[in-house]
Every structure is written in structure tokens, then in C-alpha cells.
């Protein structure tokens, strides 16, 4: 069974930017698709940002392209969330996932990923 451990969330002012990082340990990184997904106060979970097992190919939301940057590193199991001009709106607990299934796409369907970590809050103030 896989643990992610998110880390790197803070307060940062409108306009900032935050590194969040993602280990992973005790089962298979590389072969997986990750995903970064987040929720806010009183909303549901949504999907941010997605790279597959191999780092070739990556996704986002319309809300973040642009600004976020999602990569990964196999050799050290850990996936990262740049983000860039953050806006309050981006203001959420952020959450990283592994996908089910091995050698696959990265996919915005959050009921794909299989193993989450515990979330790391950002806060952005105006």
C-alpha cells in the first residue's frame, strides 16, 4: 500500500507562488499516473492538475493552466505543483493521488485514483 505525504502549503500573498511536493513510499511510484486534486471550504474535491507514469504527458484545469506546472521525479517518488500566480480563489487544501491502475494517461476523473494523501493547505490572501 502506497503513503503519499503532501507537503509545502503555506499562506502567500495574491500574486506568489508555492512548491507543493507529493512522496511517495511502500509500494510502486513510476509505474503510476499522479494527480493533484483540491477542495475549498464548503466545495467539492476538484481536479487541478494530472502527469502520467512516464512524466510525458500532463493535464490541467482550465482555472490553473497556465500558472501551475505538474512534474515528477522517479527516481526520488515524488510528483510537484508549481503554482504561480496564485489567486485567493486557488485558496484550498491541496491533495496528491496515484492512479489505480498502472501505465496509464493521466485523467481528470477523480474516481480513478486509488490512494491519496492527507492534503496540505494553501492559503492565498488578497
Known amino acids: 500500500q502506497v503513503l503519499l505525504v503532501e507537503s509545502g502549503g503555506g499562506l502567500v500573498q495574491a500574486g506568489g507562488s508555492l512548491r507543493l511536493s507529493c512522496a511517495a513510499s511502500?509500494?510502486?511510484?513510476?509505474?503510476?499516473?499522479m494527480g493533484w486534486f483540491r477542495q475549498a471550504p464548503g466545495k467539492e474535491r476538484e481536479f487541478v492538475a494530472g502527469?502520467?507514469?512516464?512524466?510525458?504527458?500532463?493535464i490541467y484545469a482550465e482555472a490553473v493552466k497556465g500558472r501551475f506546472t505538474i512534474s515528477r521525479d522517479n527516481a526520488a517518488n515524488t510528483v510537484y505543483l508549481q503554482m504561480n500566480s496564485l489567486k485567493p480563489e486557488d485558496t484550498a487544501v491541496y491533495y496528491c493521488?496515484?492512479?489505480?491502475?498502472?501505465?496509464?494517461?493521466?485523467?481528470?476523473?477523480?474516481?480513478?485514483?486509488?490512494?491519496w494523501g492527507q492534503g496540505t493547505q494553501v492559503t492565498v490572501s488578497s
Open positions: 493521488a496515484r492512479h489505480k491502475l498502472s501505465f496509464t494517461q493521466a485523467t481528470r476523473n477523480f474516481g480513478v485514483y486509488g490512494s
Open positions: 502527469i502520467n507514469w512516464s512524466g510525458v504527458s500532463t
Open positions: 511502500g509500494g510502486t511510484f513510476s509505474n503510476y499516473a
